[in-house]
């Protein structure tokens, strides 16, 4: 299988990175500093980039780094470049609500071919190698095959950091209590979308996110059989701090909804 070894490091490295945190969830001995409003940042989060990045450059010296402790947000470098969240769900691991992932995901020529997600708590393990399908645990996932919004549930995540696009946003989110079965918002986007992935959800939305918070998770519901997009129904997703995705019926269900309730000017950053 091409990028067995990748996929093979990246197991190691989000194992190792696993430990480290457990460990600290454990001890519950972190400083939690603020990066931003809302936006947290501990022990754990630095420890377990650090040793990620160090398992994955020792196997692939040549490689580029994007690792939200550690990078400038800005473009994708030329080449390999391994997109990195530590702790995707930082306030959860603060607040010991046992829902947060180590995301790792190998993008080469802008395209991704490799994604990890390892929620820590449950042990839950999502993989996806590009034209290889996804897997939970090592077994095969799809996406739901339900096209009916009205017996689906949708993933989300709520504003937290800006607000300023809140009033739209609780305006979509009242027709999604409106037209569906319900609404959930995990905390953990990169584990959102692999909820996507393995048909729990049949769709999913959130905005202000970033690259390492999708890169992984969006290869593995594409592997899983679902599609995902902008806000504009185009391919800005990776930059773009919006993402909707789904089964390809729920996701232009949620593409439509959302850009009734947003202006244009609001559906890209
Ligand atoms: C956050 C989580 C959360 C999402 C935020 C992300 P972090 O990542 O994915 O679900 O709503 O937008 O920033 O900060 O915990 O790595
Ligand atoms: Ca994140
Ligand atoms: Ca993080």
């Known amino acids: 299988m091409k990028y067995s070894n990748e996929l093979e490091a990246a197991k190691k490295a989000a194992s190792e990175a696993s430990k480290i945190i457990q460990k600290y969830a454990s001890d519950q001995s972190f400083d939690i500093d603020l990066k931003g409003k809302n936006d947290l940042v501990t022990d754990a989060d630095v420890a377990s980039e650090q040793k990620i990045i160090q398992i994955l450059l020792q196997a692939f010296p040549g490689d580029h780094i994007l690792a939200e402790e550690s990078s400038v947000k800005s473009t994708l470098p030329a080449g390999r470049v391994w997109i990195i969240d530590p702790i995707d769900g930082t306030t959860n691991f603060a607040h010991k609500f046992p829902r947060y992932c180590v995301s790792i995901a190998l993008w080469e020529d802008q395209q ?158």
């Open 112 to 269: 991704p071919k490799v994604g990890l997600v390892l929620e820590v708590a449950s042990q839950e393990l999502f993989t996806a190698v590009s034209g290889e399908g996804a897997r939970l645990n090592g077994k095969d996932i799809h996406v739901s095959k339900n096209t009916d919004p009205s017996s689906s549930l949708i993933g989300t995540g709520f504003p937290y950091r800006s607000l300023h696009l809140v009033d739209n946003y609780l305006q979509l989110f009242k027709r999604m209590m409106d037209k569906t079965h319900g609404v959930r918002r995990p905390g953990t986007a990169a584990w959102d979308l692999c909820n996507v992935a393995c048909g729990r959800f049949e769709g999913f939305y959130e905005y202000g996110l970033s690259p390492w918070d999708v890169a992984a998770g969006a290869l593995i519901i594409q592997e899983a059989g679902g599609v995902v997009c902008d806000w504009e129904g185009g391919e800005n997703w990776l930059f773009g701090e919006r993402i909707v995705a789904g089964n390809s019926s729920l996701r232009d269900f949620l593409l439509k909804e959302i850009q009734d309730c947003f202006e244009p000017e609001q559906l890209s950053k």
